[in-house]
């Protein structure tokens, strides 16, 4: 076994004209299925999952297989046994059997994972696929005897770079603790050459197949310039008894709802170390790693609500991973001229454990708070399960509780959120928190039994709306506080839930934040109670996580969004004023529907124009 490693590794690291192969490449036999070209293998169509990858400028290619939609598993040899963000640019081919043609897909690749003690990385892309189908992993051990179907991009008998994918056969000799090892049937000469590390292993599952394993070493007899000495053998890296940690690691972040959210930057005095106003065109950056109760370590991306106090003149805030670059086309909170407003937002957290927020115009303080924080380790929060939404509360009409009068200044009302289509056992609730019919500005404190009042929003006169995560006390309740001088209704309206247990629900996949749609240059404005679908690049049947905008709207209104092909709600997002404000947004969380679009409508007697900015997202759970 140690052996076959040692092999995998120098097999994998070819000097000379093979570098730009670097891997194994496959010697197979003709197969039942069409394929050819690992070598003694034919031609290979059907196996849109399989994957190419080129490592920097002709330094190392390698194969793998696609099993997430942002998720590639390969040969850690490929990756010269490395974690994290490649030093060169990787780039990564799905759904192209032959490199020469056109059609598939190419993304980056931005994160790598190696398994500690085997030789699989795992590589995250700069964007999902969401047009070919990930290959499960087997839950099966193989057994000897049994005949694996073997791919690769890699070296042929006859040719140093194909440029296509091969397949070819081979029989199981023996299953290890950590390895499976391969060889061709008696009379055939299919194999593993330089170029095919990281290639899949398949067995056939109904219709399609399931991964086996990746290809860590091989004899490479057959394949072109083979070794002197070479051998039929090959080493697989086995996955099914490590596939709960494949999965643990491509899923996501699982959330934590801190108990008191933490303030982390408040310019109006010390915290986050950089006190006072901020004036247009400046980025201030502030440690979140490590403070109030946000781990210093293991934390991928935290919710926060960003809040402008007392802006001399319009603009907008953007929050963004410290030592990155600014998304220039992206805000987090769009605000007027002596106002106190909030908006939430998910935020990837760097290394440097820092977030940074740009102000775009007038002289600003700004405060922001750390609702929870998301994290890959599997020990600690719960997934996300989005709801049909629902409305919970209303206090206009005694929906929740509590009677039909407003929450007075000062006051406080607790209400359930259990019991329906959040159960017990709920961490958290996803809501679009709707705080209405105030005359003065105010923030919304929330808390469960044994917190303490923190602001979930800071609304201003008339009606102010964006989701907030509310954490639940163990009997399903949580209480709010409205600090203004003016009384107020809330209205929420439940699209999700955080379960109590980290194995359950979706984990959060972070992505760099970019701009969906902006109808001010495409299409056009939204007409009134007319729709837009916006095509979000994530699969169907995902969660995006995402930042609604109203700009340039001729009348007071509110949204509603829901997935292409699914049912329009009845609830409302990101409700808006009258053309008083030069733009509005609100955080949502919203299901992707066919083609990876979501639909919008703009309910209103007026035209708006809608930008929308993805932040994040949440894969089916």
């Not at 194969?63 to 780039?91: N, R």
């Not at 802006?311 to 002596?338: I, M, Q």
Request: hydrophobic share 40%; charged share 10%.
């Amino acid at each position: 076994m140690v052996a076959a490693r040692s092999r995998a590794r120098r097999a994998v690291r070819p000097i000379g004209l093979a570098a730009a192969l670097a891997g194994l490449t496959l010697a197979a036999g003709v197969g039942s299925a069409p394929a050819s070209g690992v070598t003694g293998g034919t031609p290979a169509d059907g196996y849109a999952f399989a994957a190419h990858i080129q490592v920097g400028d002709l330094v190392r290619g390698c194969s793998g297989a696609l099993i997430d939609p942002e998720w590639v598993a390969t040969s850690a040899a490929c990756f010269a046994g490395a974690g994290g963000a490649p030093t060169q640019v990787t780039t990564v081919t799905v759904g192209r059997a032959d490199l020469r043609a056109t059609g598939g897909q190419e993304r980056r690749v931005v994160d790598v994972v190696l398994h500690p003690d085997r030789e699989l990385a795992l590589a995250k892309l700069s964007a999902p696929v969401i047009d070919v189908a990930p290959v499960p992993i087997a839950a099966v051990a193989p057994a000897a005897g049994e005949s694996l179907q073997v791919l690769g991009y890699g070296r042929t008998a006859t040719t140093w770079v194909p440029g296509r994918l091969h397949r070819g056969d081979l029989i199981v000799q023996a299953v290890g603790g950590t390895s499976i090892d391969l060889a061709p049937a008696a009379g055939a000469s299919a194999g593993i050459c330089k170029g095919d590390a990281g290639g899949p292993a398949l067995r056939p599952r109904g219709a399609g197949f399931e991964l086996v394993g990746v290809h860590a070493a091989s004899g490479q007899a057959g394949c072109l310039a083979a070794p002197a000495g070479a051998t039929a053998t090959a080493t697989d890296t086995r996955l099914d008894d490590i596939a709960a940690w494949v999965r643990q690691t491509v899923r996501g972040g699982t959330f934590v709802r801190l108990p008191t959210s933490a303030a982390v930057l408040d310019t109006r005095g010390s915290i986050g170390g950089a006190p006072g106003v901020k004036a247009a065109g400046t980025t201030t950056s502030f440690q979140v790693a490590g403070v109030g109760g946000v781990p210093a370590t293991g934390v991928s991306a935290v919710l926060v609500d960003v809040t402008a106090v007392t802006t001399t003149a319009g603009g907008y805030l953007t929050v963004f991973p410290e030592g990155a670059t600014r998304p220039v086309a992206l805000s987090t909170l769009n605000v007027t001229a002596d106002q106190i407003l909030s908006n939430s937002a998910v935020v990837t957290m760097p290394a440097s454990g820092k977030l940074s927020v740009f102000n775009s115009g007038g002289g600003v303080h700004i405060v922001v708070d750390v609702h929870g924080y998301y994290t890959r380790a599997g020990t600690s929060g719960g997934g996300y399960v989005p709801v049909t939404p629902t409305r919970l509360v209303d206090t206009r009409s005694g929906l929740g509780g509590g009677g039909t009068t407003t929450i007075p200044s000062g006051g406080s009302r607790t209400f359930p959120f259990t019991g329906g289509v959040i159960p017990a056992g709920a961490s958290a609730a996803f809501v679009d928190l709707i705080a209405t019919g105030a005359t003065a500005q105010g923030w919304i404190g929330t808390f469960a039994t044994g917190g303490a009042s923190r602001s979930v929003m800071d609304y201003v006169p008339g009606t102010t709306s964006h989701g907030v995560a509310v954490r639940l006390g163990t009997d399903g309740r949580a209480t709010f506080t409205n600090n203004s001088g003016s009384p107020i209704h809330l209205v929420m309206s439940a699209t999700g839930y955080f379960t109590g247990t980290p194995a359950t629900g979706a984990g959060l996949r972070t992505l760099a934040a970019r701009r969906v749609v902006d109808t001010r240059s495409n299409p056009a404005p939204i007409p009134a109670n007319g729709t837009v679908d916006i095509a979000t690049g994530l699969p169907p049947g995902a969660t995006a996580v995402v930042n609604l905008i109203v700009v340039d709207n001729t009348a007071g209104g509110y949204l509603r969004a829901w997935p292409v092909g699914g049912t329009e709600p009845t609830t409302s997002w990101s409700n808006y004023p009258p053309l008083a404000d030069l733009a509005r947004g609100g955080l949502a969380n919203v299901p992707v529907g066919t083609d990876g679009k979501i639909r919008v409508r703009n309910v209103s007697t007026g035209t708006t124009n809608l930008v929308v900015d993805l932040q994040a997202w949440y894969a089916s759970s």
